[in-house]
């Protein structure tokens, strides 16, 4: 069964760090676009950041910029979010969503929602001020 399996999420206090994983499973991640996005209570979902498969080059929700990075690990089949530096606003659902990258016209990451089309189920980061 191809499918993405978000974890690491939790409670944490503002200024605090977490880290979410994003595993693959059934696949190979290394010719994916991987994305990490968020939804919290009322808003829309969000793209927080995303990272190409040729490249990894990476692209950063202004303002997450200089405090989550995004990672990938080709031998764990894992991408990681590193979230630090986390303040009240960043409490949402994660999701972490994939694209095969030779489905697309552009290499580059992007954080658009409906480039996507494998999705996890979400992991809730909380943050208490």
């Known amino acids: 069964q191809v499918q993405l399996v978000e974890s690491g999420g939790g409670l944490v206090q503002a200024g605090g760090s977490l880290r979410l994983s994003c595993q693959a499973s059934g696949f190979t991640l290394n010719a994916w676009m991987i994305a990490w996005f968020r939804q919290a209570p009322g808003k829309e979902r969000e793209g927080v950041s995303a990272i190409s498969s040729k490249d990894q080059s990476t692209a950063y929700l202004e303002s997450v910029k200089g405090r989550f990075t995004i990672s990938r690990d080709f031998a764990k089949n894992t991408v990681y979010l590193q979230m630090n530096s986390l303040k009240p606003e960043d409490s949402a659902v994660y999701y972490c969503?994939?694209?095969?990258?030779?489905?697309?016209?552009?290499?580059?990451?992007?954080?658009?929602?409906?480039?996507?089309?494998?999705w996890g189920q979400g992991t809730q980061v909380t943050v208490s001020s």
């Open positions: 969503a994939g694209v095969g990258s030779w489905t697309l016209a552009d290499w580059a990451p992007t954080l658009r929602e409906s480039e996507y089309d494998l």
